[in-house]
């Protein structure tokens, strides 16, 4: 039963909220910002009128998030009033506070997301590690993972490129995931994570230990500004599709670009290789390609940036991107992140792509750090 404290704490952190996110200025710009679509040659520059709604929409979000918990700390604080005259059961008031806390810290979790990346999609690659089947099992499992995570959260993805193993399982896999803030919520899953588990595939039924690496990047839409030098590129077409059958795409709808170039801070000759077979129509899975080299060359700007920023304030908690990060340990029932000590014995839960909790305790774990 949810108590007098629990409320008044409950309260005092959708005040404080209310004071991080400046509520109270935030209507007052979304009024202004709102004026602004009412001129008549608003939509003739579209990509700019494109961040003005985009802009918009953001501001809408906080308010109208803000005003929806307001609400339902108000209805919350009656029926906990209600208690005592036996209008309510102490089981709808406990729902009704979980419903709440839910809500709080959803919104706390996003307000950490303050970096301009934070609210793009994601492009999340997964390979498997040494090891073969296990490890390409593994890959194929993670790749799940994520796709049920994407959907419990309404995010739109699609596959831009597979390869399949050799046995079973998957080498490699690059998803897009569409949405507000999924490489916000995604940039904690970077890195190595290993599987510890009786292989299905050892007839002695041995311990073994498999890795997969996921490299998680920003998805860039058109209101992102990203500089491709055109004579760096270059283009091969290719069949699509599985080992044979009807499934064989009999025209070369599947590309490869290849985009060498010098890197900028380093002077170095560098080579983005991307394939796409995404659709059946080469000039889209083109497009698509494009796309995937701009969240690329993007997120080297952005590592760029952070490194720069880490030699600044070295004394800061490193964030080791590309290290271990998580272990899956099915026999003991226990996934644990090596970075935040954050675990869980609930296997299960965690492999249907229910990984917030996790992702929670990362963005607490190095806010100060992400926020620079």
């Not at 506070?97 to 839910?102: D, N």
């Not at 790749?143 to 390869?163: D, N, P």
């Not at 000759?269 to 390609?289: F, G, V």
Request: proline share 1%; with cysteine; aromatic share 8%.
């Amino acid at each position: 039963m949810i108590t007098q404290e629990q409320l008044k704490e409950t309260i005092e952190r959708k005040d404080a909220l209310y004071r991080y996110l400046d509520i109270e200025n935030k209507k007052i710009e979304v009024e202004e910002e709102e004026l602004r679509t009412h001129v008549a040659d608003f939509w003739e520059n579209r990509e700019a009128a494109e961040v003005q709604m985009k802009k918009i929409k953001e501001l809408h979000f906080w308010i109208d998030n803000y005003k929806e918990l307001d609400k339902m700390i108000e209805e919350l604080s009656l029926a906990f009033d209600f208690i005592k005259e036996e209008l309510v059961t102490e089981e709808e008031v406990d729902a009704q506070y979980a419903a709440v806390i839910k809500k709080l810290e959803d919104l706390e979790l996003r307000n950490m997301l303050r970096r301009e990346e934070d609210k793009l999609g994601v492009v999340l690659k997964i390979n498997s590690g040494a090891g073969g089947t296990e490890s390409q099992d593994w890959a194929q499992m993670l790749m799940r993972l994520y796709l049920r995570w994407a959907e419990r959260h309404h995010y739109k993805t699609s596959i831009a490129q597979l390869l399949e193993g050799d046995d079973a399982g998957i080498k490699s896999v690059t998803i897009n995931i569409e949405g507000d803030f999924a490489y916000g919520f995604l940039k904690s899953e970077n890195g190595v994570h290993r599987l510890v588990r009786v292989s299905p595939y050892n007839a002695q039924g041995k311990r073994m230990t498999s890795f997969a690496s996921v490299f998680v990047t920003p998805l860039v839409d058109d209101t992102i500004e990203i500089h491709v030098d055109n004579a760096c590129v270059s283009w091969d077409t290719f069949r699509s599709g599985g080992a044979g059958g009807q499934n064989v795409n009999k025209v070369e709808s599947g590309v490869r670009l290849r985009y060498q170039y010098k890197d900028p801070y380093t002077g170095e000759e560098e080579e983005i290789l991307i394939e796409n077979t995404e659709t059946r129509d080469q000039p889209k899975n083109k497009e698509n390609a494009m796309r995937q080299l701009r969240s690329i060359l993007y997120d080297k700007e952005l590592q760029h940036r952070m490194q720069e920023q880490a030699k600044i304030e070295a004394g800061k908690k490193k964030i080791e991107w590309g290290s271990q990060i998580r272990s899956y340990v099915f026999d003991d029932r226990r996934v644990k992140d090596h970075r935040t000590n954050y675990q869980t014995s609930d296997v299960n839960r965690v492999m249907d792509g229910e990984i917030d909790d996790f992702i929670k305790a990362y963005l607490m774990e190095f806010a100060a750090t992400l926020e620079s």
